[in-house]
């Protein structure tokens, strides 16, 4: 089993264009999140989802949308890119409230 | 006051040694608690839950003071892969309730 997997690994945007980032776990967990983390910064949770076709909103959600269609992805939508923008993006996946796995995250540079 | 505060180090200490960090919180009603260890540009990975009673693993011993409102990792006998950064983890209830720490930095050195 992969457990978490991102796509792409890094990836430079320009202001005002989009992108998708992929997650993806084979473990058939309920749980997903996404978070972002800047430089000397906690973790800030965007989104997360207790299972296919539920998602709500974490910490900080404004300038994203995500879907979950099935167990398994999780995809996480930036529909025009910012500079505020740019950080590392985690998905991570867990059995329930408790511990979490992470992916191995997405270095967004928006310029 | 933050929700979780830590330490950022970093902690410089030598091969061998016993290092100790600490995490405060500001929320009493914080139901769980974690440590992580994220190596540098790298994905955080689970390094111990912190159960009311303590717990030990390995060189690892977390444990949880309510009264104070913290948490704390020790590590004995310190190897120079232990150099990472341990972030903490409070859970107050719910999904969107679960604060990470900015990390401790641990720099073990020969």
């Known amino acids: 089993n992969a457990g978490v997997t991102q796509t792409p690994k890094f990836r430079i945007l320009k202001i005002g264009q989009s992108m998708t980032l992929q997650c993806t776990q084979d473990?058939?967990?309920?749980?997903m999140y996404w978070y972002r983390q800047d430089p000397g910064m906690g973790l800030k949770l965007i989104y997360y989802s207790v299972g296919a076709g539920i998602t709500d909103k974490g910490e900080v959600p404004n300038g994203y949308n995500v879907s979950r269609s099935t167990t398994e992805d999780f995809p996480l939508r930036l529909e025009l890119a910012a500079p505020s923008q740019t950080s590392v993006y985690f998905c991570a996946e867990g059995v329930g409230n408790t511990e979490a796995f992470f992916g191995q995250g997405t270095r967004l540079t928006v310029v | 006051r933050k929700e979780v505060e830590q330490d950022p180090g970093p902690f410089n200490v030598p091969e061998g040694a016993t290092v100790a960090f600490n995490c405060t919180y500001s929320?009493?009603?914080?139901?769980?608690f974690f440590w992580y260890r994220q190596d540098c540009r790298k994905e955080p990975k689970l390094l111990m839950s912190v159960y009311s009673s303590g717990n030990e693993d390995g060189r690892f011993t977390a444990q949880l003071n309510r009264a104070s409102q913290y948490i704390s990792l020790l590590i004995r006998d310190s190897k120079l892969s232990d150099s990472a950064t341990y972030l903490c983890?409070?859970?107050?209830?719910?999904?969107?309730?679960?604060?990470f720490g900015t990390g401790t930095k641990l720099q073990v050195i020969p």
């Open positions: 473990m058939n967990h309920n749980y």
């Open positions: 929320n009493s009603a914080s139901q769980s």
């Open positions: 983890v409070v859970n107050s209830g719910g999904y969107q309730k679960v604060t």
